[in-house]
């Protein structure tokens, strides 16, 4: 019986100093955790985590590391300060757009690749009676040289729009004939820079030197991976052109492949887009106006090259908002610009 009473005593006091010592093995891991975080703020991310950690409350528990504030990129954040160039020939690119979800996803993406550009000027000219307040705002604080105008496609039973684009384009060509008139002015181009194409810088460099209407290969157009001017072995005179959709147009090329130089656009005063042409007639209708087939200059190293793709941007799904919108119509963006 004594025995038995020993052996519990000798398991207890067993038990107890294991406990003291797992005790004072907790005690010191935890001392030391708080002096190396110290150490590791002061020491290791930045003095400004030093002073912050300072101002916070005394607490138990090490504090929580706190992210560092973003360094503003030139690219990110500030608009590129834009150089104007007196000897280098000016491009004006004519955008027609019109509000849809994906509208502002298109213009930051074309604006982003336009402000690497000097000697620039955008003209956007929005689907619509009015300006419409994403566009106008959008359009300030993007830093380019830019003329923001209004064409809205006819709705007429007798003309059935035909295509798209054809108001808004007109109303640039009307702005350039208006505004451009001595030689310094029209030294440059204009070229038709759709919303929702893809443009490599490149394209612009090269449009640039165009003496009367530069052409160069599209990619992912005309159900093909690229069509393109088919040109002489020398590089310098087009041929003719590989597309198979409409192949008899005069010129079965998509808006993207050619640039105008202002002279000539300023030469013929009555060169317009009209909705009395058939389907994919656009480009043709314009340069049957301006120039002969043998006069077309290849550009992109001898057409050779492919700088802007017609990439279609996918209708966005929109079947939960529209859920949304028939229990509460001001739907996920209340207040909130996409
Ligand atoms: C193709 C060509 O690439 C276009 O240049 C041409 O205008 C068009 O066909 C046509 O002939 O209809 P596609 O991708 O089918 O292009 O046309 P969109 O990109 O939808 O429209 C061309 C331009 O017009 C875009 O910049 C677009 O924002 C604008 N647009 C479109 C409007 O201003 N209003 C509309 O109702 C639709
Ligand atoms: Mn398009």
Redesign the pocket.
């Known amino acids: 019986m004594t025995a038995d009473i020993r052996i519990r005593r000798r398991t207890l006091v067993l038990y107890s100093a294991l406990l003291c010592l797992a005790l004072l093995a907790f005690v010191s891991t935890n001392s030391s955790f708080q002096c190396s975080d110290t150490s590791g703020v002061g020491a290791g991310v930045s003095h400004t985590r030093g002073a912050d950690a300072d101002a916070d409350p005394p607490s138990a528990l090490p504090p929580l590391p706190r992210p560092q504030p973003l360094t503003h990129t030139r690219s990110g954040c500030v608009p590129r300060e834009r150089q104007h160039d007196p000897d280098l020939p000016m491009i004006y690119a004519i955008?027609?757009?019109?509000t849809r979800p994906v509208?502002k996803a298109?213009l930051t993406r074309l604006a982003q690749t336009l402000m690497w550009l000097d000697n620039f000027h955008w003209i956007v000219?929005?689907?619509s009676d009015t300006k419409t307040p994403l566009v106008e705002s959008f359009l300030l604080q993007t830093n380019l040289e830019y003329t923001h105008l209004v064409a809205r496609?006819k709705k007429n039973k007798q003309l059935k729009p035909?295509?798209?684009?054809?108001?808004?384009?007109n109303a640039g060509l009307d702005w350039l004939r208006k505004n451009l008139h001595n030689d310094d002015q029209l030294n440059g181009v204009v070229f038709?820079?759709?919303?929702?194409?893809t443009y490599s810088l490149q394209i612009f460099e090269e449009m640039r030197l165009v003496r009367k209407v530069g052409v160069w290969p599209v990619g992912l157009?005309g159900g093909m991976m690229v069509e393109r001017p088919l040109v002489d072995s020398s590089g310098t005179k087009v041929l003719g052109f590989n597309s198979v959709w409409r192949p008899e147009r005069p010129f079965p090329i998509?808006?993207?492949g050619f640039a105008i130089n202002l002279h000539l656009l300023k030469k013929h005063p009555n060169a317009v887009f009209t909705h009395k042409v058939q389907?994919?007639y656009?480009?043709s209708e314009i340069l049957r106006q301006l120039i002969t087939k043998d006069e077309l200059e290849p550009l992109a190293d001898k057409c050779t090259k492919v700088y802007v793709w017609?990439t279609?941007t996918e209708k966005p799904k929109m079947n939960e908002e529209n859920k949304l919108r028939a229990k509460n119509p001001k739907g996920s963006n209340d207040g909130l610009e996409v």
Do not use: K, L, S
């Not at 955008?95 to 019109?98: D, F, I, L, R, V």
């Open positions: 955008t027609p757009t019109y509208q298109e000219v929005e689907d496609t035909t295509a798209r684009g054809v108001e808004q384009r038709f820079m759709d919303d929702d194409n157009v998509d808006m993207a389907a994919g656009q480009e017609h279609r």
